[in-house]
């Protein structure tokens, strides 16, 4: 059984809008620490947002996206999400999710489950 299946990913104009989606398989908690991670084509992997499991529920976004991106995680569902608007081209990568985050201390170590991602591509 695949872990994490997103969906929702697209090609859109800039300014436009997005909604990602991520379910998550039965065999994960729905109280884990969940995240969006994005990769564009040529760079690193980087955080887009987080949300905290274990009913927290404190959101951290990248300054990139602060105010333009709203993740959100529906507990009945399991399912993830992450509301993009005010799309630029430099948003443009393949978007995964992530569940389950191990910590040392305060800080996040490694998520034990990824999904394949799925691509936004933002034109001008």
């Known amino acids: 059984q695949v872990p994490l299946v997103e969906s929702g990913g697209d090609s859109v104009q800039a300014g436009g809008s997005l909604k990602l989606s991520c379910q998550a398989s039965?065999?994960?908690?729905?109280?884990?620490?969940m995240a969006w991670y994005r990769q564009a084509s040529g760079k690193e992997r980087e955080m887009v947002s987080i949300?905290?499991?274990?009913?927290?529920?404190?959101?951290t976004y990248a300054d990139s996206v602060k105010g333009r991106f709203t993740i959100s995680h529906d507990e009945e569902k399991n399912t993830l999400f992450l509301q993009m608007s005010s799309l630029k081209t430099e948003d443009t990568a393949m978007y995964s999710c992530?569940?389950?985050?191990?910590?040392?201390?305060?800080?996040?170590?490694?998520?034990?489950?990824w999904g394949q991602g799925t691509q936004v591509t933002v034109s001008s």
């Open positions: 949300i905290r499991g274990q009913g927290d529920g404190t959101k």
């Open positions: 992530a569940a389950c985050a191990s910590y040392t201390g305060d800080k996040i170590t490694r998520f034990e489950y």
């Open positions: 039965t065999s994960i908690s729905n109280r884990c620490t």
